[in-house]
């Protein structure tokens, strides 16, 4: 399976590399920061992973992305991971910054999915990654917004892009990467004592079930919404 996946050199995207890498996969790695990704790149053979540097709010820079060797790689699967999280409170925002959020969080992960499609070899799959607070809302309100929007979107393309390719999406509570250390510690203190499960929700266990839908034993799946969240919200 060659695999894109965007956001590859955050902590949930760097899981997935890892878990895909272990299975056999071939990974196009896309990442904004050139010297994250960069270093990834050394953990890994070249035939194992491609390292691509991508500003996802650009169009320009979205648009130059498939116009190289992904134009004729021929992937079989995407992963939209790619995420901002500004945690902002309302007041703070500004037009530009919520506009940047549905930039990164929504609109690249549409418009990536519509050049896949084109390019798809076969019978393909995207995952797009969301968040609990799809479901419960967020302070950030933007930001659950977009993760909302990202649903929509995910059940949007399963009807779209039937038979061919499967969407499904993965909403993850609180999972312990740097984007978790932009949660004020009293906001977490409280998210912390709504999970029913006393264990940590972690990057490998997102990755584990983003592994699952890529894979033939989810084949009957598509416009799906996996919660991977300690019952923070079922």
Partial sequence: ???????????????IVDSC?????????VDKSSASIESLARQ??????????CDLADPASLESLFKGELSSWDPTALINNAGIYPALNLDEYSFEDALEVF???????????????RVCAGQGSIVNISSVVAHTGSLDVFYAASKSALVG??????????????????????????????????????YRARELLSYPVSAQD????????????????????FDVNNGLHF
């Fill in 1 to 15: 399976m060659r695999i894109i996946l965007t956001g590859a050199a955050g902590g949930i995207g760097r899981a």
């Fill in 21 to 29: 890498i272990k299975t056999g996969y071939s990974i196009a790695a």
């Fill in 44 to 53: 890994y053979p070249s035939e194992q992973l491609r390292a691509y540097v």
């Fill in 103 to 117: 930039k990164v969080n929504v609109v690249s992960a549409g418009i990536i999915s519509q050049r896949f499609a």
């Fill in 153 to 190: 979107l995910t059940k949007s393309l399963a009807l779209t892009l039937a038979p061919e390719i499967r969407v499904n999406a993965v909403a993850p509570g609180i999972v312990d990467t740097p984007m978790m250390k932009k949660i004020a510690p009293d906001r977490l203190t409280k």
């Fill in 206 to 225: 997102v990755a584990a079930t983003v592994g699952f839908l890529l894979s033939e034993a989810a084949r009957n799946y598509t416009g799906a919404v």
